[in-house]
Every structure is written in C-alpha cells, then in structure tokens.
C-alpha cells in the first residue's frame, strides 16, 4: 500500500512508471492507482508516492526497543541455547515481516512453546522476556504476561472447565499465557476435567493463533509425557526450549547479582567460600531445589542473619558493616 507525499525532498520518490508496476504487481489497487496518478498530474509541486510504512525513524527506534530487549535476554545468566533460539525466531519475524512488505509469499509459523526444566532455570523469566520482544516486533498488541496453573483452568464439574479455562485465554490476548506444570491437567486420565481443558487450549491456539503466545512449561520428562496426551499439542507447539540446571560457577553469577541488586556484598572469604560450597554440593541439591530460586532463599536467610548480627552496634554501624555480608553469615547454609 503507499500514500502520496508532497514534500519535494521525500526518501526514495516513486515516479509514473513505478507507480504503475505496483499496480501491475497487484500492490496497488485500481482506485488508488487512478488518484495517485491524477494527484501526480494536477499536483502544483513535485508530488511523489513512496511506499507507505513506519519512517526511517520508526524504524530505528522499533529496531533499538527490540535490541534493548535482547539486551536484557543476553544479561541473564546461561541460557545459551535458550538465547540463541529467541535470537533465531526474532530473525523468523522480521524477515517475514521484510517479505511481506516487498510482495513476496511469506509464511505464518505457529509461535507456541514448550519450556521444559527444573525451577528456578528462568522458564518465566524468560516468558516475560518474550512477550516484550513479540510486542515490540508487533507480533503481540501488548505483550502481558499471564501466568496461571491447573487451578485457573480446571473447574469443578462438567462444561465448567471449558468455560473458565475460555475466560483465562481472553483474559491472555495480545500477550502471553504461561501455564506451569502444564502436565498436571492431564494428571488424571482421560475422565479428568484437566483434558476438557487441554481441548480448549488447542482449540484457542488455531483459532487464536495470531491473538496470544502459549507457553506450557514444566519438568521435562513430565512434559514429554503430557505432549502425548493430544495429538494437536505436539504440531501446535513446534518451539521447544529446554532450561538446563544452573553450573556452580552461574549459580555464583546469579548469587552476585541479586547481591549487587539489593546493595549488598560478599567478603573476599565469604565468595571463596560460597563458590567451593556450590562446587561441591552441584549435583546433589533436591530435584526441587529451585536452581536460582535456592540461591535467592540462601540469601535472603543470609541478609537475616546479617541483620541479627549488626542489631548489638546497630548504632555505630556503617553504610559498608550495612551492606556486607561475611562467611558467618552463609555458612548455616552448608
């Protein structure tokens, strides 16, 4: 589609002649075409047409909201693969966005995910992340997070389910709906309400395709299982991403930036100490530990246990006795 400009010093001016190939391209319909030629013949400047769309301006700054949001992707800890997938389908939009505009076919993916990993990895975290990014590629209207589980979805008695799990999806459009532990509406068998709301689920995310993202995250093994429980799942979710645990050395990284975010920090002792701890227990923390959820537990205990610590010179203490956290305040922990 394009519009007409009467600024004599318009970006990349479109003459008679290329005018008519749009038109010929099937770009421009047949009334436009007549107007734009009469405004080209009668206009009293140098009228020109150029092809309608966001300005350069617009571009670049849709283009730095997109990269201020990667930024933040990138600073998360780990991920690697997680990170590179998101920088794939963020390339996915934009080329097919590029394709339409210049009239060539240009395919519409179903963008629904599978997150499959432990908590604590940044599952959603991560669907915040792209509910930004699909807002601000204008994929998504808005962009919002909903994160629900079994209990928003499931209702107590026949026909009840499909309705209330309808509610949470229109609740959803223009952004995100985020089911955790997805698996546990199929946790009761074929005559367990939880698969009226799986059918909905599916059946919204055709119909709704273009509307709202669906995330169903979850352990893996479990979500491997309930992928099964619905032939439309599987084909309706084709973006599978895996969240592996935390290595000691990331844990460390994320204990160090919830430190630094809550103006806090470690004695030289305490982060030597803290780092060979998680060396040695790496492996041997709970299935349900909580990756960076653990880490943040630790530390809050530990900003505790500091303040317990300062309470007998709370007077006298200093801004640095305030924000440091010492070896004797972590080593409950192990």
């Not at 990349?12 to 099937?26: D, H, K, N, W, Y």
């Not at 669906?214 to 979710?237: D, H, K, Q, V």
Request: glycine share 8%; aromatic share 6%; net charge negative.
């Amino acid at each position: 589609m394009i519009e007409l400009l009467n600024t004599p010093d318009s970006d990349s001016p479109l003459t008679r002649q290329e005018v008519m190939a749009l038109f010929q391209s099937g770009n421009l319909s047949a009334d436009k075409t007549v107007r734009h030629l009469r405004q080209l013949d009668t206009s009293l400047g140098p009228g020109v047409v150029r092809p309608s769309g966001p300005s350069i301006h617009g571009q670049e700054s849709r283009r730095n909201r997109v990269e201020a949001v990667l930024h933040d992707l990138d600073h998360l800890v780990g991920l690697k693969d997680v990170k590179h997938m998101i920088h794939e389908i963020r390339a996915y939009i934009e080329v097919q966005q590029k394709r339409q505009q210049l009239g060539l076919a240009s395919s519409s993916q179903a963008l629904h995910m599978i997150f499959s990993g432990a908590p604590g990895t940044g599952k959603t975290t991560v669907a915040r992340i792209m509910g930004r990014l699909f807002q601000t590629l204008e994929v998504l209207p808005k962009g919002q997070m909903l994160e629900v589980e079994r209990a928003d979805l499931v209702g107590e008695y026949i026909g009840h389910t499909a309705q209330k799990t309808r509610d949470v999806i229109k609740r959803a459009l223009g952004g995100v709906l985020f089911v955790d532990e997805a698996y546990s509406l199929a946790r009761g068998g074929d005559k367990d309400f939880g698969k009226e709301a799986i059918d909905t689920l599916v059946k919204a995310m055709e119909d709704e395709r273009d509307q709202f993202l669906l995330i169903l995250a979850g352990y893996p093994e479990e979500m491997s299982g309930f992928l099964s429980t619905n032939p439309g799942l599987r084909s309706r979710c084709p973006i599978q991403m895996y969240f592996p645990d935390y290595a000691p050395s990331e844990l460390m990284a994320i204990c160090r930036d919830m430190l630094l975010e809550r103006q806090y920090q470690l004695t030289m002792e305490a982060d030597r100490q803290l780092t060979d701890s998680f060396i040695r227990r790496h492996g041997q923390w709970h299935v349900n530990a909580g990756n960076a959820r653990l880490v943040r537990n630790m530390m809050e205990r530990a900003i505790r246990r500091q303040a317990a610590r300062l309470m007998a010179h709370l007077d006298s203490a200093t801004r640095d006795d305030l924000m440091t956290l010492t070896w004797a305040d972590w080593e409950g922990e192990w």
